[in-house]
């Protein structure tokens, strides 16, 4: 007996030294098993050496978005949860043993039959090797094991959906970056060109063609295109810290370096409307994960049914009987026990629970159907707007082509005017400020045509 308890204690101050708190700051390994074991990407990257091209920052955002990461540990779980739901349909085998202290002496086994000789006592230790199979659940088993593959086919689903929204949110910023390159480019050749005017105007006055306000109203010019190329950096600046946070980069955003030039319209070969939004029905990711989450809650209300029907198990058992205390009576201190059968259990009445949750699930489902139509409604508006945008920025592209060649000219003509003696100095700036205007609105329409192309692909369901 004393040994018993001995064995009992240390069991039970081993149990909960192994038992230990997770820590949730610290990366834990998650074990693998079976060849659909995912290993997912680490979060934490440093600065590649070199330029960065699109494809490359592509490459580098699927690898270290922590977002990602996060998505693809949810799949791991879901199929996890898959495994789980499917071995519940599997024999259980398990090995119990028990230690049992009676007031009074027992039996340590059953009469076989009249006259077998008995073994009594208090305290009787007892170990089974025990056998259970369902046989007969109303399906619930099977409709389990139904929702959790579908399941984990939407977690498969949502994280391919963010996968491609990561790509196209770093190709946007990676456009909108190249734009802005090219944007303060202009504005440094309008902050050389003025200060050329201005050592142009001084001369001019030097020799008496021109008056000091001249060059007042080109240096109150000068400065406003100064103070523009500090916001347009600040602008480009945040930008860069915006792509790094996509890439998963933590430093030295500053030292970022792109490499890419924008895509000119009329390259690339546009879809009907029509033709579009049938490839999203068929590719897009989230549609197909709202799909599938519908029917995977179609089969929770058949698990939830389940619940009104009786459960059939095959149950069997071997094991033995000890005497570990004082014993009386003839016999063997110790005999083996077997048994193997049927066990039935029908649901008499659980006060309600099975139709509140058969209510439950149906409830759900039918507000999943609803989320699947207002993500139809959702995918046509991206779709359709994907497209609007597209051909609105070929259209102002071609519209600001045409703009930077009558500003240049209109630039060229004023300045000479001016020169002579002609022409006023407000016209040479106004017409400076149109061809920077063009010339920065002309690449951003640029990066805007990239970013409508990547947002048809995103719309229609593809990287």
């Known amino acids: 007996m004393r040994s018993i308890v001995i064995v ?5 101050v081993c149990g909960c030294a192994i038992m ?3 820590d949730p700051y610290v990366s834990a390994t998650v074990p693998s098993h079976g060849a659909c074991a995912r290993t997912p990407a680490a979060s934490r990257a440093t600065l590649p050496e070199g330029t960065i091209t699109l494809q490359r920052a ?3 955002g699927l690898a270290n978005n922590p977002e990602i990461a996060a998505l693809e540990w949810d799949a791991t779980a879901a199929e996890a949860r898959q495994e789980q739901a499917f071995a519940e ?3 259980k085998l398990s090995l119990v ?3 049992t202290h009676h007031l009074d002496e027992q039996r340590l086994l059953p009469v076989g039959q009249p006259g077998d000789p008995a073994i009594l006592s208090r305290e009787i230790f007892s170990g089974d090797v025990i056998l259970s199979l369902p046989l007969f659940t109303g399906g619930r088993l099977i409709n389990q094991v139904k929702a959790a593959d579908m399941l984990q086919q939407a977690a498969s689903h949502r994280l391919f959906r963010s996968r491609e929204e990561l790509v196209f949110n770093i190709s946007s910023v990676f456009f909108s970056i190249l734009a802005q390159r090219y944007v303060i480019e202009s504005l440094e050749f309008s902050v050389r060109t003025l200060d050329e005017h201005v050592d ?4 001019l006055i030097a020799a008496d063609k021109a008056v000091k306000v001249d060059r007042m109203r080109t240096e109150v010019r000068l400065a406003d295109v100064r103070q523009q190329l500090v916001r347009e950096k600040n602008l480009m600046a945040i930008q860069r810290r915006v792509l790094a946070n996509l890439l998963g980069l933590e430093d030295h955003t500053d030292k970022i370096s792109l490499q890419g030039e924008l895509e000119l319209p009329g390259k690339t070969t546009v879809p009907e409307f029509h033709a579009a939004l049938a490839k999203a029905w068929s590719e897009r990711d989230d549609y197909l994960a709202a799909k599938t989450a519908l029917e995977a809650q179609a089969r929770n209300v058949d698990v939830a049914r389940a619940g009104h029907w009786p459960t059939v198990f095959l149950q069997g058992s071997y094991g033995g009987r000890w005497g570990v205390g004082p014993t009386s009576g003839t016999g063997d201190e110790f005999g083996d026990l077997g048994r193997i059968g049927l066990a039935m259990q029908v649901p008499l009445f659980e006060g309600g629970q099975v139709n509140a949750r058969v209510r439950e699930q149906h409830a759900a489902l039918v507000a999943a159907e609803e989320r699947l139509r207002t993500l139809e409604f959702q995918v046509r508006l991206e779709v359709e707007t994907a497209l609007y945008n597209l051909r609105s920025s070929e259209q102002r ?3 600001m082509t045409k703009s930077i060649v009558q500003a240049k000219e209109s630039l060229r003509i004023e300045q000479q005017k001016y020169n002579l003696g002609k022409g006023a100095i407000v016209d040479v700036l106004d017409a400076q400020a149109a061809l920077l205007e063009s010339e920065t609105t002309y690449y951003r329409v640029l990066a805007e045509y990239d970013t409508a192309l990547a947002q048809l692909r995103l ?3 593809g990287e």
């Open 8 to 12: 009992l204690i240390c069991l039970s």
């Open 20 to 22: 230990g708190s997770a």
């Open 58 to 60: 592509i490459e580098i």
């Open 89 to 91: 349909r599997l024999p």
């Open 97 to 99: 043993g028990e230690y």
């Open 200 to 203: 142009r105007i001084d001369a």
């Open 397 to 399: 592209w071609e519209v």
């Open 459 to 461: 719309a229609m369901g």
